[in-house]
Every structure is written in C-alpha cells, then in structure tokens.
C-alpha cells in the first residue's frame, strides 16, 4: 500500500531514469534528474526545521515548478501554487492566509516577491546548484509520513472575497491516480500535453500521471492557446497523445473548424473537465478523431479533481447534454433533495460526495470547513463527512448522472472555478460604483455586471484598478448600468432576477 506520491515516484525513477520526466520551452528534465534536485531543495528546507507546513511556490509553470513540488513533497511539507499573473494584492492574501515560513521562486520573479512578501524566500536555481543530499534526514522524514498528510493546497475563488485554500491529502492523490490508471489502462508510453496551470486542480492529472507511470509532461506553452493551428501542430512535433483540458479550449478548435487545415496525428486519449461540454464542439472533434477515447470527467477542487467520470462511446445529439457519468473508484456520490433524502430518477438534487478523496478542508479556516464539510445526514449512527458541491444534478433512465448547474452564485468559467461574491467585493473596492451585482451569462459564457453609479464607467480605469485586485479572467465582459438595484423582500439584491434577466 501506498503512503505517500513519493513511492510511486521512486519507483518511476529507477524503471526510467534517463527518460525525459518534464519538459518546457526553456529546458528539459530527466527523472534521475528531477530525483536529485528534488532532493537538494527538500534537504535545504529541512536544515530549516519545517515540517509539515505549506510551502508557497511563486514560479511559472515549467521543470522548475516541478522541481519545487518535487523537493516539497520529499520535505514531507505541502506545496501552495501562486500564480505569478494574479494581483499582488490576491498574492499577499494567500501568503498571509497559509503564513508560510518559506517561499520559493525563481531568479526572474525574486525582486518582485520580495518587494511585499516578508517571508523567507529561496531562489530555487540557488539552491539546486548548491551541494548536499542528506539522504539519512530525508528516510527519517520519509518514516515519519502517512497518507492523510497534505499534499497541496489549491487557492480557490472565495464567496466572501477572500480566496480559500482547499487542502489535499496524499491518500485523496493516490485514489485518484490509481482509479485513472486501472480504468484507462495508462502506462509509460504516455506523452501528457499540459493545459492546466498548476493553480488549477485540473494539472494534478497531469503531475502525478508523470510520478506514476513514467509519461512525459510537455508543458505547452500559454501562447499556443490563443493560436488554434499552431497549437495542433505543436501536439504533432511533441507527438503528444494524451491531454486533459478544459472545454473551452476544445470549443475554440471546433468553432474556428481548425482540422480543416491541420490534425494532431497522434492524440488517443481526450479528457476534459471545468466546465460543462457542449456536444455540439465535442461532435466536430468525434467526427475528426474517430480513434480516439473522449472522457469527460467532473468534480470540484474539495474531492481531488474528480468524483465522477464518463467514456463518451454512444452518440449524441449537438442539443443534448452529455452526462458527468458515474462515480469514480472509492468515491460515493449521493444526489440529496430539499428534504436531504436521496432523489429518484430524473428527480433533481445536489450532488454530495463522500470518500477518501474529500479533502482536509480549507486552510486556516476552521468555521468554512465546518459549513462545508458536513455530517452525512443519511447516517446518523457514526460520524461521517460528506462535501456538498452546490452543483444540481439528476440521474437519467440509463444511470448516468446528468449535470445541470450551480445552486448558488458559484460558476465555472472557461475552467476556472469563480465565486461572483469575490468579483462584486473588487468591483466595489474600485470606489467607481455604488452598488453591483454580478452574475453570469451561461448561454453565452459571460460574466455580466449590473451596477449602480453616478455616472457611466470609465471602462479603462475601471478595468485597470479591477487588475489590481483579481485576474484577468474574472473580470466582467458585459457592463449593465441601472439607477437602483433590485432588491427581495428581505432588503437584499434581487439576484434570481438578475439572473433571469441575462439567461432567458
């Protein structure tokens, strides 16, 4: 049995030690290498006396991400991706949430960590060119470890504002990696194409396939997203065969009809998940790619990555909706009604998950992980954690669970996971507007600002103070100006009718 990622790594790497592990437009790493350097950035971190705590990692997604991950889960601590495009401000927030003793970054992004973060940080090209193993200190460290310590931990969109860090166990990666494996019968001939950033749970598919089986990671380059054909011919000189996005990029080959000019000549293994996929798009890519596996796999960030799963096999019609499928090996789903008892086919209900792969709960936040994290209300003999998704489902006459949306003002956008409460904070912390409502275009995939001000916004200030606070991809791409805001008998914003004025 397995305790920790690191056994499946080992193993990995004296079956394939010069192999290609991880590859990016800068470098390339071998996993005997990958193995050494991890070693000397986990060694480096224990002669500083941390131990199971998390670790925030502020580099771009490369061999020199992996690389901290790598040295971290060695460390027996928990890495904490930062991306380096987000906001300073929404930065500072996650480090001052985790208040890690230890921040890693690159030699290009240390000026401007250091310029806000008062935390200790180490360059990481430093400390992989410096010398030592110890390997006596990493078997202690190793001994002491079991397999519901953390892993990671993922900073998600908060309700309130405020990101919240959602906290994975090895036990949870491990399910996750094993189930993947046995139902898709994946091995070292993998070649993995990565979309993901590694903020997004999604890239832990992609990681942990590497540790596993001895695929090679290919790290795509962002740009070749925003360019359909040369990102099919980058799949072709890579010869990738395996990737696991989100829709939307898919929805972009379809909708610019790219495999008229050029096709990926060895992809076999098409996953996606994030967000729902349109039959439509998925179709073009079916009537392309007639030999390849489509699998649509769904779950949020709390039940590591993915709770249920579903191999595209039968036709569909482009207005259909195609099913999340079934549950994942060790993972239960139950689908509660209003009165908490399980529903009937075709009734609707929210789908709830218990299992190994809940995670620990939010990091530093005891009180959210309560309201979160909840006790099976179908057992009421022991303790029991269950993790209601706040997504609304209904099982069709097949079996086969059918998503049908959010039950609260959480979305999911181009992948991302969003909550609208984050968004209206930074839009009134740009002191341009009196009052906001934001919600969300799901026909049309926008996010949609219904405000109350003065005056009509200066949308490139606006924009640029928006920029300061949160990501690019929250902000809002349809401006809506109202002279007072609609409000519920209880006094508050009439949300259901905002949202029903966009999604008729």
Not at 415 to 422: D, F, P, S, V
């Amino acid at each position: 049995m397995k305790i920790n990622l690191i056994e499946y790594f080992e193993e990995t790497v004296k079956k394939f030690p010069y192999k290609i592990a991880v590859k990016d437009s800068r470098m390339s790493i071998t996993f005997s290498e990958l193995s050494h350097n991890a070693k000397i950035i986990a060694t480096n971190i224990l002669s500083k006396n941390v131990i199971n705590q998390p670790i925030g990692v502020y580099v771009p997604k490369g061999c020199l991400a992996i690389q901290s991950f790598c040295g971290i889960n060695y460390s027996g601590n928990f890495y904490v991706p930062l991306d380096i495009k987000s906001p300073i401000a929404r930065v500072q927030t996650i480090i001052d949430t985790i208040d890690s003793p230890i921040i890693i970054t690159d030699r290009d992004h240390f000026k401007s960590l250091s310029s806000f973060c008062n935390k200790q940080i180490l360059v990481i090209e430093d400390i992989i060119n410096s010398e030592g193993v110890d390997e006596v200190l990493l078997t202690y460290t190793r001994s002491r470890m079991i397999d519901t310590d953390p892993i990671y931990s993922i900073f998600t969109s908060g309700s309130t504002g405020t990101p919240k860090g959602v906290v994975i166990s090895h036990r949870g990666v491990i399910d996750y990696i094993d189930w993947a494996i046995e139902t898709f019968k994946l091995d070292d001939s993998l070649i993995i194409g990565n979309q993901a950033p590694f903020y997004f749970d999604n890239s832990t598919l992609d990681i942990y396939l590497m540790y596993a089986t001895g695929a090679t990671l290919v790290i795509i380059p962002e740009e070749n997203f925003m360019f359909p054909v040369k990102l099919i011919e980058f799949l072709n000189i890579e010869k990738i065969n395996f990737i696991f996005w989100v829709p939307s990029v898919l929805v972009s080959v379809a909708n610019l009809q790219i495999f008229s000019k050029v096709k990926p000549r060895y992809l076999r293994d098409i996953f996606f998940a994030g967000e729902v996929m349109p039959n439509k798009h998925l179709n073009y890519w079916r009537h392309h790619l007639t030999d390849s596996r489509y699998a649509n796999l769904y779950g949020p960030t709390e039940i590591t990555v993915d709770c249920t799963y579903y191999i595209v096999e039968r036709d569909f019609q482009d207005n259909e909706p195609l099913p999340i499928g079934f549950p994942c090996r060790n993972s239960d789903v139950l689908i509660l009604n209003e009165k908490q008892e399980l529903t009937k086919t075709g009734e609707h209900g929210e789908l709830c998950v218990r299992g190994s792969s809940l995670a620990l709960g939010y990091y530093n936040d005891l009180e959210k992980t309560k309201k979160a994290f909840i006790q099976n209300p179908l057992n009421t003999k022991y303790p029991e954690t269950i993790y209601c998704t706040g997504d609304i489902v209904y099982t069709n006459d097949l079996g086969e669970i059918i998503y049908v949306g959010r039950k609260d003002s959480q979305i999911k956008h181009n992948g991302y996971r969003i909550e609208l409460g984050e968004i209206e904070t930074a839009v009134l912390g740009t002191h341009l507007v009196d009052n906001c409502c934001v919600t969300y275009n799901f026909i049309n995939k926008k996010i949609v600002l219904f405000y109350q001000a003065e005056v009509d916004l200066n949308l490139s200030e606006f924009r640029k103070s928006m920029l300061s606070q949160i990501p690019k991809y929250m902000i809002p791409t349809e401006y809506n100006k109202v002279s007072e805001l609609k409000c519920n008998a209880n006094g508050k914003i009439d949300r259901l009718y905002y949202n029903n004025q966009i999604n008729k």
